[in-house]
């Protein structure tokens, strides 16, 4: 029996990804994809890529009584402070819901009035949500009825920091993650830094400071470590299209560990996640997004500089695929006790 599965913000880059990843993945049935801008013209007017899936389905109006009654499970990728006005009434009618936005990402509602400077509709569904990193929360996301996905940004940064915050190798008061982005994490709609001739060639650093995805990167760190844990990060705005690359910088509490001994812990946290690849060795010694795109791996790294106890930790993925949609079906596979890999397991592309 195939799962009914919805998609409320089909035609923006999430959704074209959701729609790309589940043409492939045989234990769901796509019903309604929406598009308030599209509806009523096929998914391939937005989707090109899309030609000859899905029988010429096109986009539906943001009908949520037919989307609760007709569906099991349902993808919210609408804008931040968008998605509170549709994911609690597809709970209210039994449904499971992953949603791509941030609306749902902190559990604190004091953390969510500080850094989107407003207040939350429904407070208990924050503490109800399920923050959707499978590599943190794997149990709870299965018998989630709400998944959070993680934003791009802040999936990289946890990917490279996890084992060295789990094992406390590093000294976690001075922890520095700098974040690389393309284009596509800003959404098809364009705007005066984001359109085409502003963001090509670009190496710009954008909001240095303050950047809402800290919160959530604060949040999962400081439950691992058990205590209040702040970051610095700095995301920079590159001109590819897609990819994301997080360097922390950290400083090791033993100065005598060495690669092999920073190797060891992740590879005990790591070494049986289905999507994640610790890479060594040359010539592709570090994480780089060119080896991921299209795929929902996550390829993380490491260096050690001894001689001033510092490491690099580094993470790359794909911000559509493992950042967004890929991890999105990842926790859907979990929540519907399919196999994890369902409709994920193949390699990036290559050359791009
Ligand atoms: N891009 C990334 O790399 C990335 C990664 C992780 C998470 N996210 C998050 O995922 C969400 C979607 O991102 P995106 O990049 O796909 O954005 P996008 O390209 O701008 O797409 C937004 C989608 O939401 C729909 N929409 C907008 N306002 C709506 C409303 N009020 N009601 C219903 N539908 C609405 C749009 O279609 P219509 O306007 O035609 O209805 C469109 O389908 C955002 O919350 C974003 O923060 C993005």
Redesign the pocket.
């Known amino acids: 029996m195939t799962v009914k599965v919805s998609i ?8 074209g990804e959701l729609l790309r990843l589940l043409a492939n993945h045989d234990k769901i049935e796509l019903l309604y994809a ?5 509806a009523g013209k096929p998914l391939t007017t937005v989707h090109p890529n899309l030609r000859g899936f899905f029988s010429g389905m096109k986009f539906s109006d ?1 009908n949520i009584d037919k989307i609760s009654s007709d569906s099991d499970l349902v993808f919210v ?4 402070g ?2 509170v ?1 549709y994911t609690p009434k597809l709970l209210e009618v039994g449904l499971r819901v992953i949603d ?3 609306d749902f990402r902190l559990k604190r509602t004091e953390d969510y009035e500080l850094w989107y400077e407003m207040k939350h509709p429904r407070p208990d569904l924050l503490k109800e949500a399920v923050f959707g990193l499978p590599e943190l929360h794997r149990k709870e996301i299965a018998s989630a009825k709400l998944v959070a ?1 993680p ?2 940004n802040s999936t990289a940064a946890l990917l490279s920091l996890i084992p060295a915050v789990k094992a406390r190798i590093i000294d976690l008061d001075h922890v520095a993650v700098d974040v690389k982005v393309g284009s ?6 364009p705007t005066a830094g984001t359109h085409h001739p502003e963001r090509a060639n670009v190496m710009r650093p954008y909001e240095a400071s303050g950047h809402r995805h800290v919160a959530e990167v604060e949040q999962e760190l400081s439950q691992i470590a058990g205590r209040e844990l702040k970051i610095a990060f700095v995301p920079h705005a590159v001109g590819s299209v897609r990819g994301a690359l997080a360097t922390s910088h950290v400083w090791l509490v033993d100065s005598n560990m060495d690669e092999q001994d920073v190797w060891k812990v992740y590879a005990a946290e790591y070494g049986k996640e289905p999507f994640v690849r610790i890479v060594r060795g040359k010539p592709y010694q570090y994480p780089d997004p060119k080896h991921i795109i299209g795929s929902n791996f996550a390829d993380v790294g490491f260096a050690v500089e001894k001689r001033v106890g510092r490491a690099a930790l580094m993470a790359a993925i794909d ?2 695929v493992k ?2 949609a890929g991890q999105a079906i990842q926790c859907m596979n979990i929540m519907l006790g399919f196999d994890e890999k369902t409709g994920l397991n193949f390699p990036a592309i290559r050359p791009v």
């Open positions: 409320i913000g089909a035609s923006g880059y999430t959704g929406t598009s308030r801008e599209y943001v990728n609408t804008p931040a968008t998605s006005n791509l936005s941030p996905c934003g791009c596509s994490e800003a959404g098809r709609i911000n559509l950042g967004a």
